[in-house]
């Protein structure tokens, strides 16, 4: 995929003077905490914990972010068994009709991006990216397939049950954005997921961890994944590797048709943060780590006592077809 826009955002990023309060804390990669198995449970309601206390994670949210340190090597993907095909049924052989919910809008909310040290804002840049490869095919030449595709899908969507199982990831989804026809490509990859459907238990973000203004709770009817372990947020030019994600919205539509109001949290370690480069072409931070474009005023979050960044991203979603 080819996206010259993604670097132009970074030309005009001197024009965006943003006021940021430079953090003069210096901060260093905390010793990292030793791992613990994710424990998840499919016929429980969802609890919620008080902030700054640890507790076992579970398949809703909860008030505090996750405590439980992934069981993946932070270095890959968790995929499916390379040896099986996740869109078609062992039994018949024939391809999985699924349920699919495709995100057609993206916001990064916390923490912010910028250039220049923390004198310039380039979140807005970078969001408008992410809002054209949501909704374009930028590629030159065009191929048909949109840029940005992430999707949440079942294999029997039922709105009556309190939990089960599904899968988010990355696919291949044609244009129009209003229409998409998705299917599993040779480079996508989905990752399973628990889930709980409710009225009250969504997705609570953490006030304590927000640095640029609150969010609201999800609203229900809502539908909330446990957390996954690894997932990395592909934006074109750099990848933000997030551990223990949570993805909440609520429903719109019976049957629905859409998911709105969601929020999608995750921890970015600084140490995985220090270790992701961004590509040594691109003007202003060509080469530059994304640690050193990310700020937060105040100390930094922390996971397990390793320090980072907890992101929260807005989206909303519209259902697709699925091409097996």
């Known amino acids: 995929m080819t996206q010259p826009t993604w670097r132009c955002l970074f030309l005009i990023a001197p024009l965006a003077l943003g006021a940021c309060g ?24 969802p609890t919620t914990s008080s902030s700054g206390s640890e507790s076992d994670t579970t398949a809703g949210p909860t008030t505090d972010e996750p405590t439980t340190e992934p069981t993946t090597d932070p270095t890959t993907d968790t995929t499916t068994d390379p040896t099986t095909d996740p869109t078609t ?19 990064i909310v916390d923490p912010h991006f910028f250039a220049v040290g923390c004198n310039v804002d380039i979140t807005g840049q970078v969001n408008d990216q992410i809002g054209d490869g949501v909704s374009m095919d930028a590629d030159d030449p065009p191929d048909g397939n949109l840029d940005l595709n992430l999707v949440l899908r079942w294999e029997d969507l039922d709105l009556g049950s ?36 409710s009225d009250t238990a969504c997705l609570m973000p953490d006030m304590g961890v927000l640095s640029y203004g609150p969010l609201d709770t999800v609203p229900g009817p809502c539908h909330t994944t ?46 995985d943060a220090e270790a992701a480069t961004l590509p040594p072409d691109l ?23 390793e320090p980072g960044w907890w992101f929260y991203v807005k989206f909303s979603a519209n259902r697709a077809q699925w091409s097996g």
């Open 22 to 45: 430079k953090d003069d804390t210096e901060t260093t990669a905390g010793s990292t905490s030793s791992e613990s198995d994710t424990e998840t449970t499919d016929d429980s309601d």
């Open 226 to 271: 446990g957390p996954i372990d690894l997932f990395t947020l592909n934006l074109g030019d750099f990848g933000i590797p997030l551990r223990m994600v949570e993805i909440s919205a609520q429903y719109q539509g019976d049957p629905p048709a859409a998911m709105i109001a969601g929020i999608m949290r995750g921890f970015l370690t600084q140490a």
């Open 89 to 107: 049924d062992p039994t018949t052989g024939n391809p999985v009709d699924y349920d699919a919910f495709r995100f057609n809008s993206m916001e």
């Open 162 to 197: 309190a939990n089960g199982d599904n899968e988010f990831g990355t696919a291949t989804c044609t244009v129009p954005s209003s229409n998409p026809i998705c299917s599993e490509g040779p480079d996508n990859m989905f990752q399973a997921a628990k889930y709980v459907h």
């Open 283 to 305: 003007p202003i931070v060509g080469g530059m780590s994304i640690a050193d474009i990310t700020c937060k005023p105040g100390d930094l979050d922390d996971l397990n006592g």
